[in-house]
């Protein structure tokens, strides 16, 4: 895996649970988020969303099964679930 760089900070829009989506592209600080916001908001795009600075820790990640259902695996596979 190429270089993660971590932490990134995104604007990160949020759904009426508190959820956030990541939106507009990972900024090296906050105020990058900032001034994201800011021109949404002043170029009238933000309406009535709600926005969040959401800052990413990234790591690599090794696929483990973690006690997964291997039986229900393999019955969806036999059904052509796997490409």
């Known amino acids: 895996m190429g270089d993660l760089r971590s932490p990134q ?5 949020l759904d009426p649970y508190g959820n956030p989506t990541l939106c507009d592209g990972s900024h090296a600080d906050r105020k990058g988020v900032e001034q994201a916001a800011y ?4 170029l009238g795009l933000s309406g009535t969303r709600r926005y969040a600075c959401a800052e990413v820790i990234l790591t690599p990640v090794e696929a483990k099964p973690h006690g997964a259902n291997e039986d229900a695996i393999s019955a969806l596979n036999s059904i052509g679930l796997a490409p």
């Open 9 to 13: 900070f995104w604007l990160a829009e």
């Open 39 to 42: 021109l949404l908001n002043r």
